[in-house]
């Protein structure tokens, strides 16, 4: 039987998880940096803020050293990172929508697998609007809950989110609270009059999750098809959307 774990308040949860990391290097976490860092938005972006930025990954891997680049999170030890690597950092609890920051501020506010662990991931995006400047972009990225190999085991019975940390951990409950498909991002992206500029479409070229021993010959039939991109709804283990303000 799994040993049940201590009552952590939210806070303390999140200093927990960074003072002992789930997020580890992967391909997905190398898919977001690398798509983020050849953006041509964020090559000529002079102020970037990372929404929920952990230890900085991927605000180190823009390399740029020339514009203001600024990380906000939950967990003491996580900004404590971010600061050590250069950048200026804030501890923020993001559920309760309030950054710390002036109206059009922002010329890039990223948002990387962060509104999917939140009660009222709407208020959160509400203040990233706020934050980045009128002619600016949000870059937004969720797992999608209803990839098919997700589906395959709710029909076997079984819930494993292939894009969840907690099963890694024993955990008895996943960690997302808010659950996205294509379909209600794109719903909750227009519900705060955003407009899509660009879609991104996440599938691995191998599966490094030791839960999920899939042949390499799956990953190459996927890719080489480009079945994520044309059927993400299924195939895309993880969307990032480009947006701007409707009214930018």
């Not at 309030?98 to 208020?123: I, K, M, Q, R, W």
């Not at 940390?165 to 498909?181: A, Q, V």
């Amino acid at each position: 039987m799994t040993k049940a774990a201590p009552h952590l308040d939210r806070a303390a949860y999140y200093q927990e998880y960074w003072r002992d990391p789930k997020v580890t290097a992967s391909p997905y976490l190398s898919w977001k940096a690398e798509t983020t860092r050849v953006d041509p938005k964020i090559r000529g972006a002079r102020a970037i803020l990372d929404v929920g930025c952990g230890d900085g990954t991927v605000l180190a891997s823009l390399d740029r050293r020339d514009a203001r680049l600024v990380g906000v999170d939950i967990g003491e030890d996580a900004i404590k990172k971010v600061k050590e690597l250069g950048f200026e950092g804030h501890e923020v609890d993001l559920e309760s929508g309030n950054l710390p920051f002036p109206s059009d501020t922002f010329d890039v506010v990223c948002c990387y697998d962060v509104l999917e662990h939140l009660f009222a991931p709407g208020v959160l995006l509400g203040e990233m609007r706020r934050v980045v400047k009128p002619d600016g972009h949000l870059m937004l990225c969720v797992p999608n809950t209803l990839n098919g190999f997700n589906r395959l085991a709710f029909l076997l019975g079984d819930y494993v989110d292939v894009m969840d940390t907690s099963h890694r951990h024993d955990e008895m409950f996943s960690n997302h609270i808010r659950l996205f498909s294509k379909r209600l991002f794109e719903r909750f992206v227009a519900s705060l009059s955003l407009e899509v500029v660009e879609r991104h479409f996440y599938f691995p070229d191998r599966f490094t999750d030791s839960r999920f021993p899939l042949p390499t010959a799956i990953n190459a039939l996927v890719r080489g098809t480009h079945l994520h991109e044309t059927v993400p709804s299924v195939f895309a283990l993880g969307f990032l959307y480009v947006c701007k303000r409707a009214d930018g």
